[in-house]
């Protein structure tokens, strides 16, 4: 089995869906699940687990599975700041309790809503905080080098999990041609297992999801209200500031240092 391990405003749904486009080139079943600490029903009937809230506790029950899987995680400060804009304008609303705090962000300012988003995400930060990062089933990448050489990224993602990439001769021939016979087989939902994708495919697949044809614009041109923002790092330079950044520094500055983001308190 193969597996995406996501967090929550860690480009999830964009590279889940680069995952399924994959994934049906290839003749791979694939099972999406967003529930922390829940696997589906059935982990033996699934060629492509992809986990949009994973935590080590899924790790854990993949045990007795033989798999191997890749891991995004992002900036936590973007991960905030990414999260307030979603909750406040564009995700769905999936419940009552989701309902009253996006309407409770309508009615505060940014910093206060800011504040309350900081005090709403400490799942994800402490799955980002008790991830193993040192597992040899698991790539390790990050949101940040994902979302700006995604080809390159997901040639690398591929060549770990173990499915190849046939560039030229008789190799590429045959995968084209079963990828071929496999898009019409999924007309009548019997599709088969394909040995690997052409690189050629690949970009393909990445290019119709560019941060420019999801979003309609360019990358680092802000929309608020759109689920695909802005569709760059960093941007949490320009929202969390005075007592907000102090307060992040004391809850979670410790897991920046952890992951890399930074050397110490200084920022």
Sequence with gaps: MYAYFGHHRCATLWTATIVK????????????????????????????????????????QLAGQAYRGFHVIRDPRDILVSSYFSDKY?????????????EQLGTVEF????????DRRGAEFEALAGWNYHNPRVYETRYEVLT??????????????GIPMPARGLPNAVARGQILAN???????????VAGIPPTWLHSVV?????????GRQRGQEDQKSHYRKGVAGDWANHLTGANKELFKERWGQLLIDLGYERDLSW
Excluded: C, M, W
């Design 21 to 60: 486009a994959i994934s049906r080139e290839l003749g791979l079943r694939t099972a999406q699940e967003d529930r922390y600490e829940k696997l589906p029903a059935d982990p033996s009937q699934v060629d492509f687990l992809i986990h949009l809230n994973a935590t080590d506790s899924i790790i854990q």
């Design 207 to 215: 290019q119709q999801q560019s941060f420019q044809k999801l979003a």
């Design 90 to 102: 564009s995700h769905p609303v999936y419940g009552q309790q989701f309902a009253q705090f996006r």
């Design 111 to 118: 910093d206060e809503g800011l504040r309350l988003e900081l």
């Design 183 to 193: 898009r019409a087989l999924h007309r009548v939902r019997i599709p088969f297992r």
């Design 148 to 161: 700006t050489a995604p080809f390159d990224e997901f040639s690398k993602i591929l060549a770990f999990l």
